[in-house]
């Protein structure tokens, strides 16, 4: 038991040292105004360069994601199809894609994929 307790402390110091190297070796000591201001080939930029993203872009990106991850789900019922019950597979399958397509019917209901108003 006194093994484990110093070896956990043990640990943990050099865990400590390590992570306050870390935060001590990262800090940057010298800020520089062109090093900090945005680059834009070589120009200043024509307007600022902090401007928000377009947020009926993000819901497209983000819709996007979970369809994709739905179809990587999607795959591996059709490769399970010799291995299986026809009858429970087509049974799981169905209420899957009802699911899926319950999503999709909602999204579009709710406009999320139009994508100019």
């Known amino acids: ?4 307790l110093t070896i956990a402390s043990i640990l943990l110091i050099i865990c400590s ?20 201001s945005p680059f834009e080939c070589g ?39 010799p291995l299986s019950d026809l009858q429970l597979w087509l049974i799981v399958s169905s209420i899957f894609l009802a699911i899926l397509l319950v999503g999709l019917y909602h999204e579009w209901n709710q406009g999320a994929l139009q994508w100019a108003e």
């Open 1 to 4: 038991m006194f093994i484990l």
């Open 43 to 81: 120009f200043d930029p024509k307007s600022s360069s902090r401007l928000p993203f377009s947020l009926r872009f993000f819901l497209i990106a983000v819709i996007f994601l979970i369809f994709d991850v739905e179809i990587a789900l999607l795959l591996p019922l059709v490769l399970i199809l």
């Open 17 to 36: 040292v390590v992570m306050i190297l870390a935060s001590l070796l990262s800090k940057k000591s010298i800020t520089d105004r062109e090093k900090s």
